[in-house]
C-alpha cells in the first residue's frame, strides 16, 4: 500500500496520525481512500465539486503531481504522497 503523509494542520481530522497507508493505483484513488478511511478529511482536501482544493498541494515523492499526470498520476505500493496545504502569509 501506498502512504501519505498527513501534515501537521490536518492530523486533526486523521486521528492525530503522520502517516496513513491507503490503497489505489493513482494519486486520486489514494486520495479517495483517504477520506473514505477518515471522512472528516474530505471538506478539508475536496471542494463542493468534488476537485481537490486549489491550495492543496500534492506531492509523489519530491514531485508535484502538477509536473507529472495531476490526480491520474500512477503510483505503486511503496509510493510516498505528500499533501501539502499552502498556507498565506510571509514577509513583504
Avoid: C, H, W
Amino acid at each position: 500500500m501506498a502512504e501519505i503523509i498527513i501534515p501537521t494542520p490536518l492530523r486533526k481530522f486523521a486521528d492525530n496520525q503522520a502517516t496513513i497507508a491507503v490503497a489505489g493505483d493513482n494519486i486520486l484513488s489514494a486520495i479517495e481512500d483517504l477520506v473514505t478511511q477518515f471522512p472528516d478529511l474530505k471538506k478539508q482536501i475536496f471542494d463542493a465539486q468534488g476537485q481537490i482544493k486549489r491550495f492543496i498541494r500534492i506531492y509523489k515523492g519530491e514531485d508535484d503531481i502538477k509536473s507529472l499526470d495531476n490526480e491520474k498520476t500512477a503510483i505503486e505500493a511503496d509510493t510516498v504522497i505528500s499533501i501539502i496545504p499552502a498556507i498565506a502569509g510571509g514577509a513583504n
